[in-house]
């Protein structure tokens, strides 16, 4: 699956993929965080019957899945956007600016902090505490693409960029 092509995978291509991913590790428990890593790249979240079907393929508890899932903040219960904007709120890029860009990127997409996700499941928006590239300050990271010396107006235009190549 790429995130950045628009190409999807099929429901069932998604839980042959659990199973390979299942198979891989051995289904073993004691495997179940890169288990749920691996799943969550799939799905980009952990969908509760994804969980529940892990937990039965392990042989554990889905209350022992569900506990992992929520007590990591990598893992996600809600779905991602297809193009995932993770803003650092840091100390260094709060400094710089990081704030109006926030402002600026929810206002483009019609997104608060209540609703992160636009209805189109293209765009999910989420402020992080630090994204370890203090020196490129303010900076936006889009699915894997690390965007440094970030601006309001940079950041429309991503969106913009972003849009037209999926519309081409």
């Known amino acids: 699956m790429s995130e950045t092509t628009g190409h999807e995978i099929s429901a069932f291509d998604k839980i042959e993929k659990v199973k390979e991913i299942l198979d891989k590790n051995g289904r073993q428990s004691s495997r179940l965080i890169p288990i749920l890593q691996e799943v969550q790249e799939v799905y980009r979240y952990l969908p509760k019957e994804i969980m529940n079907y892990v937990a ?23 779905p991602k956007g297809r193009y995932l904007i993770r803003l650092c709120d840091g100390t260094a890029c709060h400094v710089r600016g990081s704030e109006p ?13 209540e609703k992160p996700t636009t209805d189109d499941m293209m765009f999910t928006i989420e402020t992080v505490s630090c994204l370890g590239a203090c020196g490129l300050a303010p900076v936006v990271v889009v699915n894997e693409d690390v965007h440094g010396q970030m601006t309001p ?14 519309n081409s």
């Open 56 to 78: 039965q393929a392990l042989g554990i508890p889905a209350g022992r899945v569900y506990g992992v899932a929520t007590f990591y903040a990598h893992f996600s219960l809600d």
């Open 101 to 113: 860009i926030l402002h600026a990127l929810r206002d483009k997409l019609g997104l608060s902090a």
């Open 153 to 166: 107006d940079k950041a429309v235009k991503m969106i913009d960029d972003i849009l037209q190549a999926e």
